[in-house]
């Protein structure tokens, strides 16, 4: 039933579920170089994400499959519909919003014959714009880790308000051990940049990542629309592909095959361990 588990004790497992991402946050603020360290961590990021993109994907062309199962034709066409627009929509979007940043930071570039004065003893442009590239990478990504985020927290509500704590509480510990490691996600291209993000900094890129598994858990008993939750998750799924792409091209830069390769492994190893121990509890 749908009352047995009360809303305040909802909005806490919600709470508990987008916590953990703060845990690898402060990573953002060491100062040393360590590139072998920022390499791993930045493939770890990557291995992470390629499992979520593969869980999310397999969740938002679930409906459709079965629909086809069933021989329900014009649903599965709209809900398969649904699924790949999303998709390309999050991915080609974020295209399209990563070049209009890179022409507002071009835009703002002082220039002309005061361009010298206006900027003195200012970092070369190269690494300014490298640091720039790596803060809105980074918010990038705590935008795509807040959209999959959302769709956990749908999860964890609908389960709670349908009674069923038990398996609420396993998706709280799964969603949350992923989260931790999103944390890192987030600031890798910030250290890898050499840049260390502020107290402030790190909290907001937090609160967008982590905030929407609570707003989710929230609004997990109202949501009823199934064609809602495919574009999410598959809006989701479109931003997760354009952040594998770009932190690729940052691994390749490394030159660091064998450990990139490593950490991408042991971040879908992380990945799939983390969910099949939620599957086997809430079997």
């Known amino acids: ?4 588990v009360p809303a305040s004790q909802i909005a806490i497992l919600g709470a508990v579920a987008c916590l ?18 920022k390499a791993l961590l930045n493939a770890l990021a990557i291995g992470i994400l390629i499992f979520l993109l593969w869980d999310v994907l397999s969740n938002a062309w679930e409906p459709a499959s079965r629909a086809l199962g069933r021989h329900q034709y014009t649903l599965a066409l709209a809900e398969g519909g649904v699924m790949l627009g999303c998709l390309g929509a999050g991915l080609i979007g974020l295209v399209y919003f990563d070049r209009w940043m890179k022409r507002r930071a071009a835009a703002m570039r002082p220039e002309g014959p005061g361009a010298a004065t206006a900027r003195p003893a200012a970092i070369p442009s190269g690494a300014a714009a490298a640091r720039a590239r790596a803060a809105s990478l980074s918010l990038l990504i705590a935008v795509g880790i807040g959209m999959h985020n959302f769709g956990e927290g749908l999860a964890i509500g609908t389960s709670a308000a349908a009674g069923r704590l038990s398996l609420a509480v396993l998706l709280v510990i799964g969603f949350g051990a992923h989260n931790a490691t ?4 987030i600031v890798a291209p910030l250290s890898a940049a050499g840049e260390r993000a502020s107290w402030r900094r790190l909290g907001l890129l937090g609160l967008i990542g982590g905030g929407p598994t609570f707003v989710g858990t929230l609004l997990g008993e109202q949501m009823t629309a199934p064609l809602l939750g495919i574009a999410f998750l598959a809006l989701a799924a479109g931003s997760i592909l354009y952040v594998v792409i770009e932190l690729l091209a940052v691994a390749r830069a490394t030159k660091l095959k064998e450990l990139v390769a490593w950490g991408i492994l042991l971040g879908l190893v992380l990945g799939f361990v983390t969910d099949a121990i939620v599957s086997a509890a809430g079997a």
């Open 1 to 4: 039933g749908g009352c047995c």
């Open 20 to 37: 953990p991402i703060f845990v690898g946050l402060p990573l953002g603020r060491v100062r040393a170089s360590m590139p072998r360290v």
């Open 182 to 185: 999103e944390g890192f996600g």
